[in-house]
C-alpha cells in the first residue's frame, strides 16, 4: 500500500497543512468552567502537535454560555477567551501543525416529558414510549 499521499502536504483554503493526519475533535473537559483554556488543555493539544498530527480540531468552543453542552469546555463568548486560545495555537504552530477551533451553536433540545399529552416540539414526532401508554403486566 502506498502512503506518500497520506504523509504530503495539502490546502485549506490558504492554509497548508504539513500532512493529512488530522485529530478529529474530542470533549476532554480540560478548561475552566468559564471556559478559558488551562496548561493541562495546552499540554494535551501540544502533545498532539509534537506527535506529527497535521491537523488538530479542538472540542467544542462554545460561542454563549448558556449554549455548553459540557461543564469545562473552552468559551468564544469574551474577549479574554481569544488570548486565552492562542496559547493553544501556538503551542500548535511549534510544530508545524494547525489547530482548527470546533465551535457549537446552542439550539433548543427537546424534553422528554412524562406523559403522552406533553410530547416535546420536534420537527419529527418520535414515538416515546410513556408510562400511560405502557401495558399492565
Not at 7 to 15: E, L, N
Not at 28 to 46: K, L, P
Request: proline share 9%; with cysteine.
Amino acid at each position: 500500500m502506498k502512503l506518500d499521499t497520506l504523509f504530503s502536504p495539502m490546502k485549506i483554503g490558504t492554509c497548508e497543512i504539513p500532512n493529512r493526519l488530522v485529530v478529529p475533535a474530542m470533549v476532554m473537559n480540560y478548561c475552566t468552567y468559564d471556559g478559558m483554556i488551562t496548561d493541562q488543555y495546552v499540554a494535551y493539544m501540544e502533545e498532539k502537535a509534537k506527535g506529527g498530527w497535521g491537523l488538530l480540531i479542538t472540542e467544542d468552543y462554545c460561542v454563549q454560555p448558556a449554549g455548553k453542552g459540557y461543564s469545562r469546555i473552552p468559551g468564544f463568548w469574551k474577549e479574554e477567551h481569544v488570548a486565552s486560545s492562542r496559547r493553544v495555537t501556538d503551542a500548535v504552530h511549534k510544530y508545524d501543525s494547525k489547530s482548527l477551533p470546533r465551535c457549537i451553536i446552542p439550539v433548543a433540545r427537546p424534553r422528554l416529558q412524562p406523559t403522552a399529552a406533553r410530547r416535546p416540539l420536534h420537527p419529527v414526532q418520535p414515538r416515546i414510549p410513556c408510562a400511560s401508554s405502557r401495558r399492565a403486566r
